[in-house]
């Protein structure tokens, strides 16, 4: 990756991706890339049978397709799978919006169930609330794929840090 | 008391009852069988390689088995394997108070992610702030068992739902 | 009131509401009712100047009205004014749904502020995440009301717990 | 900065400063200065009542005096005074180990309710989680000042955004 810097001095182009400064929609990372990360830099994601369905203009939607493994008592999906969906989906989001920044971390997140998760494939929808230099937040629902099967199992709400520039060129090398 | 299997294999003498008197510590489930539980009723649990330490009469001790697949960029283990070993340390320590009502669930839980844990076994100590009837209210802090570490690295609060004692009798035949 | 059960079984009207079943637009609590509330039985809602816009299908509107008192360093807003008015919204949003059952009492409240607010009215939606018999979950979006600012203050996710339907009878009486 | 010590051992003299050095029990602001902060720049202290009662080494400890204004049906203490009580812990907290940046904002706040405080003082006991340079994470007990009443009435925890020297110094002219 380059990044140049203009006469002003200032980046230009500002942080990040791969190839393009900005991809057609107004991303700053396409799913491509994003299912390039996690497949090659997120182990757990794979795991968890994670898939990204698409990344829109306000919102990302990826999936955790269902597996006999994420079964709990009750006949329904245990919640760390609802979670690592969730904390995936916001990753998601934040790279869509900054970029390959692989750095951002969690530094916090809050979930509420809802209602119990048919034995099917959960879907997250992750929306931005706040996009900070420094830090991002942004909330999660969650659905389960079940025809019919409208309302929401749980609510996650979450904050990421952002590493400041200079700490995401020291990544480009690292990674 | 005793659990006896039927015809169909189900149930493999787990140690329980919803009448059970104490342990010996006070507890109402002690760790061999909540053991029991997490290898036969939470496949997840085993994706994460989780292990009982032990339980004390104020807390209990869970433990993640560090892998390879933890990891995340930066070298780190990843926030959703957090977040599974402290709901399951939740999930322990209200079934350690109450006995094995395997159909209490999580209704909400919150993480803050405090120091990037060494590549090395999580451990997660979970104590109750509260235990009603319906609702038990606990904290879980995380460290990193590296030696030498001793700041947490994680702490997450979280509530689970107590189900009703008739639901726990009709749980018993269901299962 | 009166609670009555159509041939079915079902309770027709539920519990609550202590003259009608029903209002007009499918609430079971209008705003005046809960202006009247607020006003009679929750000295802080004065202190903190909260008003009622309106009540609405999917979500209700209150907002704190500005006072010189609600400053804390930097001239932004305190946070515990915005924390008192989301949690007020959550209690007018749960009693619109299910009558007026003045102890359904917050069991927890998350809250990320996202800007600083202006020093102006703040305004909080409230909208229903899942309402269940015992317990029922909310979300609240704050803004600023200045003139062209239209992103959001803070966000706040919130659970009540509703009394059992013999408690609220009991409670009838003591009001 | 001075801080000096009068007849008793009790610090005296408040005074505060940027660059101050520690004070005699390794703290960065005494209790006499935050209680100036307290009621010169934070009027909604002043609307709640609250008072400091000490800082110590490992945590610091305030209270609100009992009004009937806190009260909420059921008779017990309104939610939105415990969270205005946390909130200001937790910002005496970051003081105590910072020192006087008043523009240190809170950024999320998680509280659980867990029993319904008796009409009294409500007491408030912070402990840091995590110091970081940019973030500061801490956790805030709630009692009710109720003879033989021993258990927590509620959990808090927080997290503050603190700014960068240049911001702190940039401060100092505005205040």
Known sequence: MSVTTDATGKQAGTAVSAESSETVNGLMLDEESFRLIMGNRLPFAQM??????????????????????????????????????????????????IGPVELAVTTSLS???????EPADVIAEARMLK?????AVGEVTLFSERPGVGDPV???????????PEDRAAQSHQV
Chains 1, 2, 3, 4 share one sequence.
């Open 48 to 97: 968890l049978g994670l898939q990204v369905d698409y990344f829109a203009g306000d919102h990302v939607r990826l999936r955790a397709v269902f597996s006999e493994r994420f079964l709990r008592p009750g006949g329904t999906i245990a919640g760390p799978v609802m979670m690592g969906l969730a904390d995936a989906a916001l990753y998601a989001l934040v790279l869509s919006r």
């Open 154 to 164: 749980a609510h996650v709400t979450g904050t990421y840090s952002i590493p400041p």
């Open 111 to 117: 979930i509420n169930f809802l209602r119990k998760p």
């Open 131 to 135: 996009l900070g230099k420094r830090l």
